[in-house]
């Protein structure tokens, strides 16, 4: 017998027996046994709601998404500022994928597309703004950009 075909019989053991699972019970897999149907029928007690041991998202993960949109707001105001368009842009761009129902972030990809002279996208995305529920201050904002929009 040749080396391959030693190594192959030792190891097939082992590899059928790492693959076996153990239910949370102990019980092997293979050895699962179903409940029968009439079972199921006649003992609705033990049918549960699957959302019972559902938990809700820890608060630090929103806050943290609050975190990052604004340091992405930031990033794209500062990119503005030294002429990067293109980065800004970028950045915008994610804090809308990061938080989709953030209307400052929509509002501020608005003026930026506004200031490239794409009119059409800028109001578009100032209306998204707006109907995201926006505040007063930044709907007032959305608005009159709406207004410079409309003069072009």
Known sequence: ?????????????????ACTTISPTGSKSGNKQTPEV????TQ????????????????????QANIVVHSLLDR??????SGDQLGAE?????????????????????????????YPQASSLAEKSISLGAD????????ALLQKISTK
């Open 1 to 17: 017998m040749n080396t391959l075909k030693k190594v192959t019989l030792f190891c097939v053991p082992y590899f059928l027996v």
């Open 76 to 81: 794209a105001q500062q990119q503005l500022k």
């Open 44 to 63: 609705p007690k033990d049918i549960k709601d699957p959302s019972e041991g559902m938990k809700e998202a820890p608060v630090d993960k929103a806050v």
């Open 136 to 143: 007063e201050v930044l709907s007032k904002q959305a608005n």
């Open 90 to 118: 970028g950045s915008l761009e994610r804090a809308i994928r990061i938080a989709p129902r953030y209307p400052e972030s929509y509002f501020r990809l608005a003026e930026l597309r506004y200031q490239q002279g794409q």
């Open 38 to 41: 009439k079972d199921l029928i």
